[in-house]
Every structure is written in structure tokens, then in C-alpha cells.
């Protein structure tokens, strides 16, 4: 059957509600090409929001339709991210893709087995998935089960994420507002004669009995004693589907919500997930006017929304206490009249030992190059360890006004004007030479006489030299990818989604 086929067929069986995304429908006609044999497994009622990007798309996939699944995906440009530490499970794993249109993120928690349990350790596997796969109707945005095995299977997730001692104790013993409308909705569409075959005939080992209280519980308030005695007879039914023992995932419980809360409000550090493949030094460059600031605070909070993402500014970076105590007393003299030659603007392509300011401005640059080079090498560690760094500017041997070596012409143009200032300029040099190119460049690229309209609040002939540097160089001979700024900010950060997630 061709794509067009496809597309026909679908048509006839359902319309996709209002803002569902593109690519969860471009998912949606791929895999039923490609004959992949996967539903949305849980979360129904909310399916049509999970569409629009606001949720995840929870998938239960066939795992001998794995190769063809990950082929798809890779096509369509997703990425598998890592989840810190205790959240990554057998057999479950996160993916993201970016929809160009609505510049939202698709998640895909994917899973090839029913991983279930309380969220700190999913510890119990039923092994139903082929019965489940079999159960599925595709007259909605996505395949999904029968109400009847979604139901079966939501009580015994919800007895195992609240029927235990350390869900009374961290205040989760109860099920939430989004869980008890589930539920609801479950029981609405649910034939309860249909239901308690499949509980008799899938789940077996916990039995229609144990399966039905347990409901009851669900819809009631027993008590506490009672809604812990029902999960641990729960857990012991399941015992033969455990990964750890009770008491051993008791305690893994325990350890890790403990470290997440400690993370979480005494570290003040979000959960956030890493690119399986590497992090990423992402910088974004162009001249006074282009919207340099607003792509990356954008890019900053889009991509800070899933992963770990640290945003760094290598055209200002943060004064190391040396710096702070060199500079410090310079600044000072500056407002009387001492020690202006550290403000002198040398243009290095074209300087000539005449034009040397002086040592102070010299150490002046050598300090800004220190200083760079620590802000380098914090942003590196993070992407080493698969974070994202969003940079504002980068020392690029295609601009020489802006970022970059100021003072090694005075090595390369005559003899040095003396012993200190070499040496500056050589330890200047030394410094940048450490600081590798960015693996995404991106460079808003803007007419001089548009930014010197824009940048009213600047001297005109700074932004127009600065601007023209970035607009007239060469950038063909680099991985940079040109940006027009003159588009309105939206497109432009448009444009700036799009490239990164490209090239990450």
C-alpha cells in the first residue's frame, strides 16, 4: 500500500483533533507503513492533549518491530535522551523530536516491555505485551488498547505506586486529580464482564478477586491499614515478575527519593535529561542589533525545558577574583582620567607597533582571555558530561573586533614594544589557543545600516564596524550556518530551533 494509500485509509477512519502536530501524524503514517505493531498504551483519556506536544506519547512497541521502529524515528529526527540517575529503566527509554511548525518537542517514552511500579524503581514487568499489542483499535490520533486491558493493567499500576509505606509517608497514598478522572474514564468505556476475563485469563497470578478489591479500593477511601495491606498482597501476587526483592526495592525506594529531594529543593537542581549521543557547546554569534540576546535566551529556555542546558556569555564572561583585582583598581582610574589606554579600540588586522596602547591595555586582554578560557571550560565539562551550553558570542578567527586574540600582532608586525608586553601577548595567545570551535554555530547575520537603526542607543560607527565584520566575512569555509536577522525575532528563532536540533 503507497504513503498516499495510507493517508486515504486514515482519513476514512478518523479526523485528527484541533492541534494535534504535524509529526505526531507524520509518526503516526510511518509506522503503520512501516508495519510496526506498537499502541499508546496508558493515559487515553488525555491522548488528544498528548498530541498537541503537552504530554508524552507513551508507546508500547513489539520488540521485533524494534529495528524498524528506531529506523523510523532516526528518519524523523528524533534523539534518545538520558534520564539522571534512578530513572532509567529496563526496557524503557525517552525520545525527542522537534515539530518545525509549532517548535515544540514530541517526547516518545517508549517502551518495549509493561515496566510498571512505583516511580522510583518500576520494579515489575507482565509479560502480557503480545496480548495487550493484539487488543489494539486504530480509529484514533494513535493505535490504543482495549479499554478493558488499559483498565486491568491501570489498577495494578496504581496499587503499586500508592498502596506502600513510603507513599503514605511522602504524602502520595491517594491518587491524584489526573489518575481518579483516568479512572473514571476508564470505567465508563470498560465492560466489566470483559475486564474480569482479562484479569482471570492475562492476570492470572493476582486473580479477579484480588483485582476487583483492589478497584474498590482505588474508587473508596478503606483506610490506610487497609490500602496498605491490599498492596503488599499486591506486590506478593507479583512477586514472580519482581526484579529486586520486596525489601531490597523498598529500600532502593527509599535511598533514591531521598537523593531526588535532596537534589530537587536543597540543591535547587532540576530534573532534567542528557542526549544519549553527547552534549553539545552551541554558540550563537553576530554583530550589536542582530538579536544575539533573544535567540539565546530562546534557544536557552526551549531547549532548558527538557535537558540539562547551561547558557554562558564568552563575549562577557563572568571576573575570576583576579581579574576582579587587576581590573577593579583600572576601572577606578578610568572615571579619573587615569589609565584610559585600556579602553583604546586597536583594529588587530590592520596595527602597527605605533598603535600600542600601552602594557595596561595589554594585561587588560590577557585578563579577558583568562577569563574565557574558565567560562570555555566550564561549558565544556557540561556538554562532556551531555548537557547543552547555549553561548552568547565565541572567539572565531573570522572576527577580530568583537572576541579573540587583541594583542599577538604586536609578536607578528616588528619587534615587541617591550618584554612585559610580549609576554602578554603570548600568554593572550596561549589562552585562546585552548578554546576549540563550538560543534553549532550559528551567526544572525544583519545589514550594518539596519543595526545602527536598531542600536540607536550605541555610537553608529562601533555598530556599523562591528555588524560589517560579521556581514562581509567569509562563512563558507566554516560549520556556521547563517541566519538572516532582519526576519522578525519569531522566525529567526524559528530558524534557531531548527539548526540546532539538526546538528545535535
Known sequence: ???????????????????????????????????VKYCHFKSNDMLARSATGENDLDLLVDRRDAQRLHLVMSRLGFRRAIAPGGREHPGVSHHYALDTDSGRFVHVHLHFTLTIGDDASKNFRLPIEA?????????????????EFELAVFVVRMM??????????????????NELRELRWLRERADAVGTNAVVAEHLGGIGVDLWSTCLASLESNPGVIARLLLGRRMIRALRPHARRRASVDLVVRFMRKASWAGQRYVLRRPTRKRLERAGALI?????????????????????GSVFVVHQTHLGKPPHSLLTLAVKGPMYVGRRFGLLSSTAAVVDPRTAVPSDFPGTAWALWHALTARDRLK???????????????????WPLPNLHLMDGVRTDWILDRGDAPSRVAAR????????????????VLLVLRLDPEVAVRRRDDEPPDYVRARNTEVFEADWSTTHALVIDAEQPAEEVLAHVRHAIWERL
Open 283 to 303: 554558540a550563537i554569534v553576530g554583530g550589536d542589533g542582530a538579536g544575539k540576546s533573544t535567540a539565546v535566551e530562546g534557544a536557552a529556555e526551549w531547549l
Open 424 to 439: 602578554l601577548a603570548r600568554w593572550e595567545r596561549s589562552m585562546y589557543a585552548h578554546i576549540a570551535p563550538p560543534d
Open 131 to 147: 496480548a495487550y499489542l493484539d487488543s489494539t483499535r486504530t480509529d484514533e490520533i494513535l493505535p490504543v488498547p482495549s479499554e
Open 375 to 393: 567560562a570555555y571550560r566550564k561549558a565544556r565539562r557540561v556538554a562532556d558530561r551531555g548537557g547543552l551550553v547555549v553561548s552568547d558570542r
Open 1 to 35: 500500500m503507497s504513503m498516499s494509500d495510507l493517508d486515504a485509509v486514515r482519513e476514512e477512519r478518523w479526523t485528527p483533533p484541533p492541534g494535534t502536530l504535524g509529526l505526531v501524524l507524520e509518526l503516526r503514517t510511518h509506522l503503520e507503513a512501516a508495519a
Open 160 to 177: 503499586l505506586k500508592h498502596a506502600s509505606i513510603d507513599a503514605l509517608l511522602t504524602g502520595k497514598a491517594q491518587l491524584g486529580a
